[in-house]
């Protein structure tokens, strides 16, 4: 019942950069309760379950907390060891089956795809004391199907933003996306999440955000191709290609840690 694990850091070319997952393949299904244990175990924001079917790759993703419907750079993550690991040739699709439906992993010479879904984000009106908790004005405010989403004033006010932690934690969401235009030239719009709330003060860099970032941004600069750099203490950028309601979440990554769980 050994496992195999993996240690992966998703959307960057550098070591000890970007988003750390875990990738855990097992030979059989394993139980809930087992997957909850082992991403507890991991301590990173996500840990993914990957097992072989006959048609596709089970996914699943894991906090240390709880499970979650939908998580990028972990599926990243999963798609790199597959091929790193000679379990689908190089030029192959792969095909994940998940909570959130079928989704896709391609690779070029630039990096790995993966078509999810557009997560569209809806205007709302600010919870009570969120400007308080960021200690900044809030210049949009929205909710996604997972999460609250808001536009800051500026790059700076994202990028050096200390919110209050239990605040965000009592706020009815998965997580908590800010944003704001880039004031850097190889990027369209920077970003931060924080989800305290299922166990992650900060993501380094959360692909599934960008299911709403992309399209948001898509819109307000008139453009369906575009670049996000996730200014979080790590930082790690993601490149957004919006096509009807998919949208394309592209990245590299890089391997720090391969074994064997014994457990």
């Not at 972990?74 to 192959?92: K, P, Q």
């Not at 070029?108 to 960021?134: K, N, Y």
């Not at 006010?157 to 706020?171: E, G």
């Amino acid at each position: 019942m050994h496992a195999e694990l993996h240690i992966i850091d998703a959307f960057t070319r550098t070591p000890f950069c970007g988003n750390p997952a875990a990738v855990c393949i097992t030979e059989e299904e394993r139980e809930s309760p087992w997957m909850q244990k082992v991403a507890a175990e991991m301590k990173h924001s996500e840990t993914a379950f990957l097992h072989r079917t006959d048609e596709a790759w089970d996914l699943r993703w894991f906090t240390p907390e709880a499970e979650v419907d939908l998580c990028g750079h972990a599926t990243l993550a999963a798609a790199f060891v597959i091929w790193a690991t000679g379990r689908e040739a190089g030029e192959s699709q792969i095909r994940f089956r998940t909570r959130s439906g079928i989704l896709t992993a391609d690779r070029d010479a630039t990096g790995i795809a993966l078509d999810f879904p557009v997560v569209p984000v809806v205007a709302c009106d600010p919870p009570e004391g969120i400007e308080t908790a960021f200690r900044c004005p809030v210049v949009f405010s929205g909710k996604t199907q997972f999460d609250l989403f808001f536009e800051l004033p500026s790059a700076t006010d994202v990028c050096t933003l200390d919110p209050d932690m239990s605040a965000l934690a009592a706020l009815p969401a998965r997580g908590i996306v800010v944003t704001a235009p880039s004031d850097m030239p190889a990027y369209d719009f920077v970003s931060r999440f924080f989800a305290p709330s299922v166990g992650i003060p900060e993501d380094p860099v959360t692909g599934s955000a960008h299911c709403s970032l992309g399209p948001f941004w898509a819109e307000r600069l008139s453009k369906t191709s575009l670049a996000g750099f996730q200014c979080s203490e790590r930082g790690g950028s993601v490149r957004v290609l919006v096509k009807g309601d998919r949208v394309i979440l592209a990245g590299n990554a890089v391997q720090v840690v391969s074994g064997r769980l014994m457990a």
